[in-house]
């Protein structure tokens, strides 16, 4: 009677097996982030408006998580006597909106300093101008600035 010895090889795999099967079994389930409102959210400190010719020029200052802001649109409304333009003391109502992604060449930033310049606008005219700020995360709110009026030079 011989003995013979036994084949190693499927118990090896079937122990190479169980471990990579608990292996995968122990990475859980991934979400994607959810915003921390204390820790995510940004709001925009200071805004001063200049006028450059046919341009405007917004010069912001953000405060808090400032590396979340996403995007912005500026809101602005001409004031005057023209059929389109609002009054100088009615409620601020904008005529005109611009969009300016995060790699639009009109928004220039420096850590949290934001300047954006918009142009093709009527250089006799007065202006009123507020931000609507973006956050990375959709499940925040819009952060808007005030409104600031800008004069002819």
């Known amino acids: 009677m011989s003995l013979r010895k036994p084949d190693l090889l499927p118990v090896f795999s079937a122990v190479v097996l169980a471990v990579l099967l608990l292996g995968l079994a122990a990475c859980g389930k991934r979400d994607w982030p959810a915003p921390i409102l204390a820790e ?13 010719q046919n341009c405007i020029v ?7 998580a400032w590396q979340n802001l996403e995007n912005l649109r500026l809101l602005i409304e001409p004031i005057g006597t023209g059929p389109d333009d609002g009054c100088a003391d009615c409620p601020f109502a904008p005529r005109i909106s611009r969009f300016y992604g995060p ?37 925040l709110s819009m952060v808007l600035s005030d409104v600031k009026t800008v004069t002819p030079r």
């Not at 995510?40 to 450059?52: G, K, L, P, S």
């Not at 420096?110 to 995360?137: A, E, F, H, M």
Request: charged content about 25%.
């Open 40 to 52: 995510d959210r940004y709001r925009i400190r200071t805004v001063n408006v200049t006028r450059a």
């Open 58 to 64: 917004v010069d912001m200052e953000l405060a808090g």
């Open 103 to 139: 790699d639009a060449t009109a928004v220039k930033r420096s850590v949290n300093r934001v300047v954006v310049t918009t142009c093709d606008l009527d250089p006799t005219k007065t202006y009123r101008v507020q931000v609507v700020g973006t956050n990375i995360y959709p499940q």
